[in-house]
C-alpha cells in the first residue's frame, strides 16, 4: 500500500505579521520624508501660480493701462469690468481663478505696498508669517 503524502504550501501567520511588521517600520521611516518632500512642492507650487498671475497682471495692465482695483481684484482677469475699456482677456485659461494649493485665495492689495500690486498667500495655516509649509510666498521676494 502506498501512502502519498500532501503537502500544503502557503505561509504561516507568523511568517505574515513579520511581513506587516517590515512594512510598518518601512512605512514609519520613509511616510515623514514623503510628507516634507509634498509641503515643499505645496509651497513652490504656490510660487508659480503666483508668477503666472502676476503675469497675468501685467498683460491685463498692457491692455488697460493700470492694473485692476482692490474692488475688482482678480476676478477681472476672467470677466470684463464694466469700467474697462480695451479688456481683452480672458487672462487666464481656467473660468475661475485658481485657489494656492491649501485652497485659499489669494490675497490681492493694489496699490501694493512692495511694488505696483502685492500678490500672496499666506501658506498652510493662512497666518502672517510661519516656516515650512506655513511661511508667506508673496510676489516681491
Do not use: C
Request: charged share 25%.
Amino acid at each position: 500500500m502506498q501512502h502519498t503524502s500532501r503537502r500544503q504550501s502557503g505561509f504561516t501567520l507568523l511568517e505574515l505579521l513579520v511581513v506587516l511588521g517590515i512594512i510598518a517600520l518601512l512605512a514609519g521611516i520613509v511616510g515623514p520624508q514623503v510628507m516634507k518632500h509634498m509641503g515643499a512642492s505645496k509651497t513652490k507650487a504656490a510660487r508659480v501660480q503666483i508668477e503666472d498671475l502676476s503675469a497675468a497682471l501685467d498683460m491685463y495692465k498692457l491692455d488697460e493701462g493700470r492694473y485692476p482695483t482692490q474692488q475688482q481684484g482678480l476676478e477681472a482677469l476672467i470677466r470684463k469690468p464694466n469700467d474697462a475699456r480695451r479688456w481683452n482677456g480672458p487672462y487666464l485659461r481656467k473660468e475661475k481663478v485658481p485657489q494656492d494649493p491649501w485652497m485659499n485665495d489669494y490675497h490681492y492689495v493694489f496699490p501694493g505696498q512692495h511694488g505696483s500690486f502685492d500678490l500672496f498667500s499666506y501658506g498652510a495655516d493662512e497666518k502672517e508669517g510661519g516656516e515650512g509649509e506655513d511661511q508667506d510666498i508673496n510676489s516681491w521676494e
